[in-house]
């Protein structure tokens, strides 16, 4: 588990070290770490979101999505995602312009990888509606899996249409 002290130490290392795989519990820790995973990418951010997490998003954390995507637009980072999209969603996805947004029905795990160096996978409590926990990794190991999925995926998901629907 992540303690503060282990938290803090990680934190000043730019999360290079120690090596650690990790499920952080601690709320404080938590959002903390999730959000600096958002905020901190120099150059590449992937993300996969599912439906029940893209609902969450849409829910609770817009406008720090949205936050993340014009920082990520002023630093130059490239921001691809993922998503298992819903109808609750569709306005939501087609207002984020900098973000390269694909589509793919049936996503069966949510993750994120920031500059190739730290992956963190949300983890839902199954009488939870939110994620109340997260894979935290700077392995390699870890991270290369992912990022091979995540390459994988992007192949299989189309483009998100921007258009809006003709029939309305």
């Not at 958002?38 to 849409?58: A, F, G, N, T």
């Not at 390269?100 to 992956?119: M, T």
Request: glycine share 2%; charged share 30%; with cysteine.
């Amino acid at each position: 588990m992540l303690n503060p002290y282990s938290f803090r130490k990680l934190k000043e290392s730019k999360y290079n070290i120690p090596l650690i795989t990790t499920i952080v519990s601690n709320p404080d820790i938590l959002l903390a770490i999730y959000l600096d995973s958002l905020i901190l990418p120099i150059s590449e951010l992937s993300i996969v979101w599912d439906k029940k997490m893209l609902d969450q998003i849409v829910k609770g954390y817009r406008e720090i999505i949205y936050h993340v995507e014009k920082l990520s637009k002023q630093k130059g980072v490239k921001l691809r995602v993922i998503v298992e999209p819903s109808e609750n969603s569709v306005y939501f996805l087609t207002s984020l312009r900098y973000c390269d947004i694909r589509c793919l029905n049936d996503i069966q795990e949510n993750f994120q990888i920031s500059d190739n160096r730290i992956c963190i996978k949300p983890l839902f409590n199954p009488r939870d509606k939110e994620p109340d926990r997260i894979l935290w990794s700077n392995s390699k190991y870890m991270i290369n899996r992912r990022q091979s999925l995540f390459f994988n995926l992007w192949e299989r998901a189309k483009p998100l249409s921007r258009e809006k629907d003709k029939s309305s």
